[in-house]
């Protein structure tokens, strides 16, 4: 094996292991930061130097996507005007994993003056910023994943996953849901699953409908320019059953010689799944993979036909 893959697995090994070593470092100042940031009224303020600004701004964006307001703010700009963002509502994270950063460091007697809660995140539990804080989360580890041991790598990853557990913690805290998750991912493939119905994406125009007396030699070739693999039969306005893939190849087997003078209700399936134009996406994709077929009808009331759903619109 290539040594270049050896060092990989080593690094991958030595930064999982750095992960590890902060179930053992949790105390209870973790769960008195969760309780402070449930009772925060304004926001989670992450601030951070170098590499560990850019694991807070990280861990600001998974806090604001998942029910806990937040940003990062770097410490250079907080004295140039910045420091007004910051009142007695919010909460302030520091990262450091000295805990003796500088720049953190002057603008705590500020936070304490102001009232505002600091919690310090570092690797050294005697460090100025642990002593200053109203709660510090200690994230130690052994040694850095780099070869000098000096780029900060196993110490990040492990910030990050701590960061991480702390989401996850307010989360769990907070009930939040799929749904409450999708609200902040409109965009993104589960918001599009979660928020969207049936009405919203169905295929409405050039419907493949045929009639229940149509021959079948004539369907095949209603399915093929629907594109849809299928065709629905209607008769007095009412979905009354539809003919797919595998009704055609079941007949063709069974009919042999009289496949295409056979009418289509003779061998269509007279009991198609039906939905609400109101069903959302995810329900309608769930629904496809218990039933395993690739389209459902959306009917109204009446059962009358308003559109059809397959698996690609569930993807748009």
Same mark, same amino acid.
Request: charged share 25%; aromatic share 4%.
């Given at each position: 094996?290539?040594?270049? #893959?050896?060092?990989? /697995?080593? +690094?991958? /090994?030595?930064?999982?292991?750095?992960?590890?070593?902060? !179930?053992?470092?949790?105390?209870?100042?973790?769960? /008195?930061?969760?309780?402070?940031?449930?009772?925060?009224?304004?926001? !989670?303020?992450?601030?951070?130097?170098?590499?560990?600004?850019?694991?807070?701004?990280?861990?600001?964006?998974?806090?604001?996507? #998942?029910?806990?307001?937040?940003?990062?703010?770097?410490?250079?700009?907080?004295?140039?005007?910045?420091?007004?963002?910051?009142? =007695?509502?919010?909460? *302030?994270?520091?990262?450091?994993?000295?805990?003796?950063?500088?720049?953190?460091?002057?603008?705590?007697? $500020?936070?304490?003056?102001?009232?505002?809660?600091?919690?310090?995140?570092?690797?050294?539990?005697?460090?100025?910023?642990?002593?200053?804080?109203? $709660?510090?989360?200690?994230?130690?580890?052994?040694?850095?994943?780099?070869?000098?041991?000096?780029?900060?790598?196993?110490?990040?990853?492990? #910030?990050?996953?701590?960061?991480?557990?702390?989401?996850?913690?307010?989360?769990?805290?907070?009930?939040?849901?799929? @749904?409450?998750? =999708? @609200?902040?991912?409109?965009?993104? @493939?589960?918001?599009?699953?979660?928020?969207?119905?049936?009405?919203?994406?169905?295929?409405?125009?050039?419907?493949?409908?045929?009639?229940?007396?149509?021959?079948?030699?004539?369907?095949?070739?209603?399915?093929?320019?629907?594109?849809?693999?299928?065709?629905?039969?209607?008769?007095?306005?009412? !979905?009354?059953?539809?003919?797919?893939?595998?009704?055609?190849?079941?007949?063709?087997?069974?009919?042999?010689?009289?496949?295409?003078?056979?009418?289509? +209700?003779?061998?269509?399936?007279?009991?198609? *799944?039906? *939905?609400?134009?109101?069903?959302?996406?995810?329900?309608? #994709?769930?629904?496809?993979?218990?039933?395993?077929?690739?389209?459902?009808?959306? *009917?109204?009331? @009446?059962?009358?036909?308003?559109?059809? !759903?397959?698996?690609?619109?569930?993807?748009?």
């Amino acid at each position: 094996m290539s040594q270049y #893959t050896d060092i990989a /697995k080593r +690094c991958l /090994k030595d930064e999982a292991q750095a992960v590890l070593m902060q !179930v053992e470092h949790l105390d209870e100042n973790f769960d /008195k930061v969760v309780n402070l940031i449930l009772g925060c009224h304004g926001k !989670v303020i992450i601030t951070g130097v170098g590499k560990s600004g850019h694991i807070g701004a990280k861990i600001a964006a998974t806090l604001s996507s #998942t029910g806990t307001p937040s940003f990062f703010i770097s410490p250079l700009d907080v004295f140039h005007g910045d420091l007004g963002v910051m009142t =007695a509502d919010d909460v *302030v994270i520091a990262i450091s994993n000295s805990g003796q950063t500088d720049e953190l460091l002057r603008f705590v007697p $500020y936070l304490l003056e102001s009232k505002i809660p600091l919690v310090g995140i570092s690797g050294n539990p005697d460090s100025l910023l642990a002593k200053y804080a109203t $709660y510090h989360i200690r994230v130690t580890v052994s040694g850095e994943a780099c070869p000098l041991n000096l780029a900060p790598t196993s110490s990040t990853t492990a #910030t990050l996953a701590m960061g991480d557990a702390l989401a996850c913690a307010l989360m769990e805290a907070r009930d939040f849901k799929k @749904r409450d998750f =999708a @609200r902040f991912h409109p965009g993104g @493939r589960l918001g599009h699953s979660l928020l969207l119905s049936a009405r919203d994406v169905m295929r409405t125009n050039d419907l493949p409908v045929i009639p229940r007396d149509t021959r079948l030699g004539e369907a095949l070739l209603r399915m093929s320019h629907g594109k849809l693999g299928l065709a629905v039969i209607v008769e007095d306005g009412q !979905v009354r059953g539809i003919l797919t893939d595998g009704d055609v190849r079941r007949a063709m087997e069974r009919l042999q010689d009289k496949f295409f003078s056979v009418p289509v +209700c003779e061998v269509m399936t007279k009991s198609p *799944v039906c *939905v609400s134009p109101d069903i959302k996406v995810n329900q309608i #994709t769930d629904l496809l993979g218990e039933k395993k077929i690739h389209a459902v009808m959306v *009917v109204d009331e @009446r059962k009358r036909l308003l559109g059809i !759903v397959d698996n690609f619109r569930c993807m748009i």
